[in-house]
């Protein structure tokens, strides 16, 4: 069973578009929030993480917005470059020992 | 600095055979160690992970199994590999602390034939 559950599996979005990627969750218990990247035949890296206390992280062209009550966050990549194409996962950190991820989201960006 | 070691990157390996895959970590002390498998369409699935030595939580109930023989030594394991098996298996270490990143080795992509 998923911690998280992520949409959409795929995802086509034009250079220069906007990407969004969605996750849920349903353990409150959960306080730790990072989107990780993975290029193909690689291990995944962190690209952001955010806590419940705020409800937006910026870095660069990525954002996570976080909705608490709705127990929901999204990852938004801004002016989406072909070199952001690449599978997403989120994630959820559980009692400081257990990270667990969604199914991910792979994202192609078209010229 | 930190590093993770997997190996190896591939193998195939007969229905029925063992399996032994290590991942070692360089540079820290006492970190949370984890196995992943990937498989398609379902993302990185948590199999077992570890917050000391001799102490291995499995979060997946399966043919494989894991030990922590030392403090940045990470094994799976396998006595009769089945097809269902196949996958890319990735070992990841983090701090253990608030906000932490986890650290991915490169995979071990595993086709059981």
């Known amino acids: 069973q998923q911690q998280v559950k992520q949409s959409p599996q795929s995802l086509i979005v034009q250079k220069g578009g906007i990407s969004i990627i969605n996750c849920a969750y349903e353990?409150?218990?959960?306080?730790?929030f990072p989107w990780y990247q993975q290029f193909p035949g690689k291990g995944p890296a962190l690209l952001i993480a955010?806590?419940?206390?705020?409800s937006e992280k910026k870095e660069g062209r990525f954002t996570i917005s976080f909705n608490k009550s709705a127990k929901q966050f999204s990852l938004h990549i801004m002016d989406s470059q072909p070199g952001d194409s690449a599978t997403y996962f989120c994630?959820?950190?559980?009692?400081?020992?257990?990270?667990?991820f969604g199914t991910g989201t792979r994202l192609t960006i078209i010229p | 600095s930190q590093t993770i070691h997997q190996w190896p990157a591939t193998l195939v390996q007969p229905v029925g055979s063992p399996l032994s895959l290590e991942c070692t970590v360089e540079g820290t002390s006492n970190p949370n160690l984890y196995w992943y498998r990937q498989a398609a369409g379902r993302g990185l699935q948590l199999l077992f992970y570890?917050?000391?030595?001799?102490?291995i939580s499995s979060e997946v109930p399966q043919n494989l199994s894991a030990s922590r023989p030392q403090d940045r030594q990470f094994i799976l394991s396998s006595k009769k590999l089945l097809l269902s098996d196949s996958g890319f298996y990735l070992c990841a270490w983090d701090t253990g602390g608030r906000l932490t990143e986890a650290f991915f080795g490169q995979g071990t992509r595993l086709t059981v034939v």
């Open positions: 570890s917050v000391g030595i001799g102490q």
């Open positions: 994630g959820s950190l559980f009692g400081n020992e257990k990270l667990t």
């Open positions: 955010i806590r419940p206390d705020v």
């Open positions: 353990n409150t218990a959960f306080d730790y």
